[in-house]
């Protein structure tokens, strides 16, 4: 049986080609086909209750072992949460990447109390911020 490749996949498949083997992750439902794959792919994912915490451990693993610390956050009350981690590893010259899971545009409505534009919050506290098309 032929499985489609998933967004999920892609990034495992890329985090796995830089030697990446380990995530932080504070991770909602949005998050669900990219956890499965790090699971599958053999990543080992140390689990959080706060997305601050979670970035700032991204930050000390990536100081004490030089490698690319992996945050997954979720974006509505998460990346507002993950400022304090993000600025403190932007200030430290960290190699951290904060991967923030949105819900879909087609499930918000313009009058909502979720803006999923996220990304400018960090836009001087990051190297790059982008939000990814779907």
Not at 67 to 73: D, E, F, Q, S, T
Request: proline share 4%.
């Amino acid at each position: 049986m032929h499985q489609s490749l998933t967004g999920g996949m892609v990034v495992s498949r890329a985090l796995a080609r830089y030697g990446i083997r380990t995530v932080f992750s504070l991770a909602g439902a949005s998050h669900t086909f990219l956890l499965e794959a790090l699971e599958r792919d053999g990543f080992r994912i140390i689990g959080h209750r706060h997305e601050s915490g979670c970035v700032s451990a991204a930050d000390g693993y990536a100081r004490v072992t030089g490698r690319l610390g992996v945050a997954l956050i979720i974006a509505d009350q998460g990346m507002p949460n993950a400022i304090n981690g993000i600025a403190t590893a932007f200030h430290a010259c960290s190699p951290v990447l904060v991967l923030v899971a949105r819900l879909p545009d087609s499930w918000t409505e313009a009058e909502s109390e979720y803006d999923n534009l996220k990304h400018p919050l960090v836009g001087s506290i990051s190297k790059w911020a982008c939000k990814a098309p779907r």
